[in-house]
């Protein structure tokens, strides 16, 4: 169920980037076809940050180090970036312009995703 949840936070957060954002676009022509693309693009993301993520973190920890973790921008939005080429391979209408456009585009997600989470139980509560 937490799954699900995630990807439907995911989701949301990359309607926030489309809206905000002029160079990132999911576009279809029915309401439909945009809830089920906002919901594949956000599964693609949470797999890629899920799987992806952690490598290049361990990997690149000592970028991180010497950084003091603002590679970690750099790194988001290189993730974004390959979210938007994995969803072309599935053919799903999700396009980014550039690096710049997935930069900002990513810290939105992330901080959309933080602030929704922020309303959802944690499953720690006893």
Do not use: H
Request: hydrophobic share 65%.
């Amino acid at each position: 169920m937490s799954f699900i949840i995630r990807v439907i936070v995911n989701a949301l957060a990359l309607w926030a980037a489309v809206l905000l954002i002029d160079g990132i676009e999911i576009t279809t022509q029915d309401t439909t076809g945009q809830i089920l693309a906002y919901l594949a693009v956000g599964l693609i993301f949470g797999v890629v940050n899920a799987i992806i993520k952690p490598i290049v973190k361990t990997v690149g920890c000592l970028f991180y180090a010497l950084t003091l973790g603002l590679i970690g921008l750099v790194v988001n939005a290189l993730l974004f970036l390959l979210t938007e080429w994995i969803a072309g391979l599935f053919g799903l209408p999700f396009e980014i312009a550039g690096f710049w456009d997935a930069f900002w585009g990513a810290i939105i997600v992330a901080v959309v995703s933080w602030l929704i989470s922020l309303f959802l139980p944690d499953g720690k509560d006893d």
